[in-house]
């Protein structure tokens, strides 16, 4: 994911979002998604890798802990499936993992940290067509910080961040950076 | 990694990163559409000079299910019946445009020099009695499958070593990987000069299977079994009376397998001789592992195709 460099905070670095906004924006999406959905059944929540995949955990849990009942989730690669795939070094891919259940005729939401050019998305959109036929796709994302290069926008937004194409939105999660932290610098 | 020639151009890392890629493949295979686009627009051939079922239909499987276009050649019905060189006949399929070149060849060292003459990536699927590297790695990964980590882990290899392409990048692979190797053969199998090499790379050699089987004398418990083949098409001469006397001291027999614990995988690489290296009551056992080393020979195999091809040809990987 180009938008979220694994940088620690430096000098320079503006702290958008702290562990407590994190927190509720995810609260705030969780309700929104029960919402759209009413209720949680036939939901799928996948995780884009890396850091989609703790966000996609932590909004089941916080879904489950208001519908007392487990909500699907699982973990995406879309690494084979992106556009620039051969005009870099080989990366490595990693799991992908979906629930018992499959997502055929469910509606799945993708789970992102931050929704920059689009084109993550484009990639998860093709992965998903190879792994069944969902009966609807919805886009999650921590943060959504404009320039998009591709047709796609997220239905649930944690926080909408204008930033110049210059600036770098690093998201940490304390599950793989340790402490929860949105910066711009 | 631009070619794989041998299991010693990979490093530790280099290994264990193929074994993760190769557990994301593995999924695939269990998929309903088994595609992966990161090859696409890739060509693959199959250059095999030796018969090969398992090894070509599973590289041609892996560059498949990746998107890559494959194309096989082999030996019989090519320019080289017609007399064509090795070099003039890769020189020339090169030209159409290959960027992936998996060869097999009776000549040990084909891959390698092959590797020189091109561009496309070479892989070794196989040169005469020299190596065998995706053989190793798919063995490798099948016991880490079985056993976690190899490291401090016992594996015996037994048969046929002297003929032994897959026994020679097994011993390296395995040993990288920490675990501790014992090579069984009868004296006319052992390789010449072996005792140098074992003493530098650091694995055993025995002449008795049943006391390492059993554990006895020097040797503690085996962890894994590897059976080789006995390869007659490369044998020249005698190297044992029968195949009867040969079953009696090195084979798998049934009352071998009563030595070993019941969740001591069994690896035979193929094609088994049953009866002669391997028993039937061994290689249908529940822990034998032959058909499980098929399918992880495919997600490894799929593996090294997208490693060396999925990325930036000039740059190389990450």
Redesign the interface.
Known sequence: MPATEQTGPERGDRTVLDARDISRALTRISHELLERNKGATDLVLLGLHTRGVPLAKRIADKIAAVEGAPVAVGELDVTMYRDDLRSQPTRRAHKTALPPGGIDRKVVVLVDDVLFSGRTIRAALDALADLGRPSAVRLAVLVDRGHRELPIRADHVGKNLPSALAERVSVRLAEVDGSDEVTIS | ?KHLLSVDDLATEEIL?LF??A??MH?VQS???K????LR?RTVVNMFFEDSTRTRSSFEIAGKW?SADVINVSAKGSSTSKGESLRDTVLTVCAMGVDGLVIRHPASGAALQVSQWVDASVVNAGDGMHEHPTQALLDAYTLQRHLGSLDGRHVAIIGDLTHSRVFRSNVQCLTRLGARVTVVAPPTLMPSGIGPWSAAAGFETSYDLDEVLRGAGTHDDVDAVMMLRVQRERMSGAFFPSPREYTVGYGLTRDRLSLLAPDVPICHPGPMNRGLEIAADAADAAQSVVLEQVSSGLAIRMAVL???L????Q????
């Not at chain 2, 999925?310 to 040809?313: E, F, R």
């Open positions: 990694m990163g993760e890629t557990a994301d999924d998929r309903e559409v595609k992966l686009p990161a627009g990746l997208y490693h060396l999925a990325g930036d040809l740059g190389g990987t990450a």
